[in-house]
């Protein structure tokens, strides 16, 4: 079992609405990426935080954005849902200062919007 | 455009079957990774390999960086290894650092007893 939690597990939204999902990173990880898996595809890409900053983005609109603090965990926000945000949302940590460490996933959060 | 491509994209086999999934991808890669996926989400790192083969277990990986092929290996398979097994690489930046992983379309291996 790795150290990176996500919370909440489950949730609900209605279309419009904004929510916040939470993610801790493994100890001695520096660097949090976040991936949108929907039913039956693999994950994409959202973005990744690295020192607190926003270090590289996929294909995903400015209405996703996120944080990370100092201790290395990060949030994942998502403004204005649509439908088609209904999906698993993962984060990942790893060390962004040793190219052979291995990425730890959270167990996710599935996202309902209806 | 980085790519990951992956097949089978479903196998069904019987227990103790030898195993394969294959992985390519398109352009350099800084680090391969083999994933787990069972039901319910949560994803398993179970190898990450930049170059040669790592084995772990029941498990083995593979990596031809000249081909950009990627294998992943399941001896002696047993029903508990049903899940869906997903390939990702890291793709380099232009300038040096490292992506996000993009992820394969993932395999959806069911070994019955």
């Known amino acids: 079992e790795t150290g990176v939690t996500q919370s909440p597990t489950h949730l609900i939204k209605t279309r419009g609405q904004q929510v916040t999902l939470r993610c801790s990173s493994q100890s001695g990880h520096n660097t949090v990426s976040w991936y949108q898996q929907a039913l039956g595809q693999g994950p994409q890409f959202i973005f990744q935080?690295?020192?607190?900053?926003?270090?590289g983005r996929g294909n995903f609109p400015p209405r996703f954005s996120g944080l990370q603090f100092p201790n290395y965990s990060s949030e994942l926000n998502v403004n204005a849902l649509e439908l088609d945000d209904s999906a698993l949302y993962l984060c990942?940590?790893?060390?962004?200062?040793?190219?052979?460490?291995?990425?730890?996933f959270g167990q996710g959060t599935r996202l309902t919007v209806v | 455009k980085n790519e990951v491509e992956q097949s089978p994209q479903n196998l069904t086999a019987q227990e103790g079957e030898f195993i394969t999934i294959n992985c390519s991808y398109s352009?350099?890669?800084?680090?391969l990774h083999w994933l787990q996926q069972h039901p319910g989400g949560g994803i398993v790192s179970l190898f990450m390999?930049?170059?040669g083969k790592k084995k772990h277990g029941r498990l083995i990986a593979t990596i031809n960086i000249q081909e950009k092929h990627s294998s992943l290996h399941i001896t002696a398979s047993h029903p508990r290894d049903s899940a869906v097994y997903i390939c990702a690489a890291t793709f380099m930046y232009s300038g040096g650092g490292a992506d996000g992983l993009t992820f394969g379309k993932g395999t959806h291996l069911i070994i019955q007893p």
């Open positions: 390999l930049s170059s």
């Open positions: 935080y690295y020192r607190e900053e926003e270090n």
């Open positions: 352009v350099g890669i800084s680090a």
């Open positions: 990942a940590s790893t060390d962004r200062g040793n190219m052979n460490t291995e990425a730890f």
